[in-house]
């Protein structure tokens, strides 16, 4: 099971820290992923981490959004900074079932068998 947290109400230009913990398995050796859904539109890669350290993020959040993990808390964290209107969405995250993601995959959400509820993150203008 995972657990998203740590969204909001923010203003543009603000930060927050979203987390994603997994209880009952282990991130090590998936891949973890964030992806968005905001209203009328359909589900969007946000960026992954892998365990073994790289991560990759979509080009409209890169330079804004970063992407760490804890091992000892099983807990993979996405850092959102500078936020904007358009970032506006429910925050899903996700991670793979039995091992890494090959990196032709990791955006798509099908990609991922594991998901969290989804945390919402709102960014006034």
């Known amino acids: 099971q995972l657990q998203a947290s740590g969204g909001g109400l923010v203003q543009a230009g603000g930060s927050l820290r979203l987390s994603c913990t997994a209880s009952?398995?282990?991130?090590?050796?998936?891949?973890v992923g964030w992806f968005r859904q905001a209203p009328g539109k359909g589900r969007e890669f946000v960026g992954c981490i892998r365990w073994s350290g790289p991560t990759y993020l979509s080009d409209s959040v890169k330079g804004r959004f970063t992407m760490s993990k804890d091992g000892t808390k099983n807990t993979v964290y996405l850092q959102m900074n500078n936020l904007k209107p358009d970032d506006t969405a429910v925050y899903y995250c996700?991670?793979?079932?039995?091992?890494?993601?090959?990196?032709?995959?990791?955006?798509?959400?099908?990609?991922?068998?594991?998901w969290g509820q989804g945390t919402q993150v709102t960014v006034s203008s």
């Open positions: 009952g398995r282990t991130f090590s050796r998936k891949t």
């Open positions: 996700a991670c793979a079932g039995d091992s890494e993601i090959i990196l032709s995959r990791i955006r798509e959400s099908d990609a991922y068998e594991y």
